[in-house]
């Protein structure tokens, strides 16, 4: 079995949303090291239980991206755009963004990249059907589409240039589910948490994907590849099942955002003649 690799300095991309908020408290102390970046300004450094240090890049400046990664063991990108948007918003943050950051990951001798990659690229699956880490790409929208590239892009540099890495596919993430569709595919703060230590820290991911959902019965995913990882949910979003579907009751639907687990993702500039199989 390979070693773990070292994580010394961690980045986290994004870092000022609200994903990288909740990693940066429940990462606080995990390794010597935490470095936040964001487009915005976030807030100061803190120095009790870990040492931060607060960056400030715009991604698609690969000068600048390249002083964000110098030093850095792990990454865990969060940053881009985190949902549909114009094609030019996608093409900066989430195309152009992404390769300067793997490129400069490779250039700084990175070990491991936890992508934060999103059910939307998977999002035109029917809810009626369980999936696993291995169907091929059907996404929901722009946004989808450049995470089906950023897997791929994955994929490339893991094969060529040995960076291991964790795609994982996020669901929604929170302290609880907030509507009906949320309930099949909510992550909670600690299990997306020991997905992302899982990345940076098991011996052998070389490029993997998971879906970044906690225990939930109502999932619409075959999770197997991050219960072969040692991947333990503690959260299912069950207990809350009762409460969302009650406050949901009356409301109109849209029929595609219904059918597809995308959902609303799937329903916008939707004006296709007929459904594929
Ligand atoms: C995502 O990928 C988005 O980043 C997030 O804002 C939510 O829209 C989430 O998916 C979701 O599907 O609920």
Known sequence: ??????????????????????????????????????????????????????????????????????????????????GENSWEKILEGNIVGLYNTFEAARKAGVKRIV???????????????????????RPDSRYGVSKAFSEALASLYSD???????????????????????????????????????????????????????????SWYDNTNAYRLGYKPEDDSEPQAAQVLSAERGQAKNPIAEKYQGGTFCAQEYDAPSERR
């Not at 809810?127 to 880490?133: K, S």
Request: net charge positive.
């Open 115 to 137: 992508m934060a990659t999103s059910n939307h690229a998977v999002g035109f699956y029917p809810r009626a059907q369980t999936i696993d880490h291995r169907v091929t790409v």
């Open 160 to 218: 060529k240039h040995g960076i291991g890495f964790l795609c994982v596919r996020i669901g929604n993430f929170g302290d609880r589910p907030i509507d009906s569709r949320r309930l099949s595919i909510w992550v909670s703060p600690r299990d997306l948490t020991q997905l992302v230590r899982i990345g940076l820290e098991h011996p052998d991911v070389r490029y993997e994907i998971v879906y970044g959902v906690s225990g939930n019965q109502r």
């Open 1 to 82: 079995m390979p070693d773990a690799p070292k994580m010394h300095r961690v980045l986290i991309t994004g870092a000022g949303g609200g994903i990288g908020r909740g990693l940066r408290e429940t990462l606080r102390g995990v390794y010597p090291v935490l470095r936040l970046s964001d487009r915005i300004p976030i807030a100061p450094a803190r120095r009790e239980g870990a040492i931060e240090e607060i960056d400030q890049t715009e991604l698609a400046d690969m000068a600048a991206v390249e002083k964000m990664v110098a030093g850095c063991d792990g990454i865990i990108h969060l940053g881009g755009i985190s």
